[in-house]
C-alpha cells in the first residue's frame, strides 16, 4: 500500500490521479489532497508547503519518498509503467531529478499552457472547471 499526497488545485496533476485511481482495481494506492480538509489533521508529519512543492509519498513500510521516487512508487503500486525504474539508475536519477523539480516547480505554469488552466479550486478526479478570467 502507497499513500500518495497531491496538488487537487493542479490540473495537471488531477488529470494523472484520474488515471491512477482507473489503474488502483487492487486498491494498493491511497490518494490524499494536500488541500483536504482532513489532510492536516491525519497526516500531521506532512508538511502542506513542502508537499505542494513536489509529491509526497509513504510507502507500505512507513517510509517518506518524495519527488520521482514517489511518482516511480505509485506507479508500480498500480502495476504501471514499469519502465520508470529507469529514472532511479544512478546515472539517469541525477538528470531525471533535476528535470523533475524543474517541472514541480513550474506546473501550474505548464498546466495552463497544455489545459488552459493554472488552477482550480474545484478540480475532481475527471476535470477542472473554467475558471473566471483574472
Not at 497531491?6 to 496533476?13: A, E, N, R, T
Not at 490524499?32 to 509526497?56: M, N, W
Request: charged content about 20%; hydrophobic content about 40%.
Amino acid at each position: 500500500m502507497v499513500t500518495l499526497f497531491y496538488d487537487g488545485h493542479c490540473p495537471l496533476c488531477m488529470k494523472e490521479i484520474s488515471v491512477l485511481q482507473r489503474y488502483n482495481t487492487a486498491q494498493q494506492l491511497t490518494l490524499v489532497d494536500i488541500h483536504s480538509d482532513e489532510f492536516e489533521t491525519l497526516y500531521p508529519q506532512i508538511s502542506k508547503e513542502a508537499a505542494d512543492r513536489l509529491l509526497h509519498a509513504i510507502l507500505n513500510n512507513g517510509q517518506l519518498v518524495t519527488g520521482l521516487d514517489a511518482n516511480v512508487a505509485v506507479w508500480q503500486a498500480v502495476g504501471k509503467h514499469k519502465w520508470l525504474r529507469v529514472l532511479r539508475w544512478p546515472f539517469i536519477r541525477w538528470f531525471a531529478d533535476r528535470g523533475y523539480l524543474l517541472f514541480a516547480k513550474h506546473r501550474h505554469k505548464i498546466s495552463y499552457w497544455l489545459t488552459g488552466q493554472e488552477r482550480c479550486d474545484a478540480c475532481t478526479k475527471d476535470s477542472c472547471p473554467p475558471r473566471s478570467p483574472k
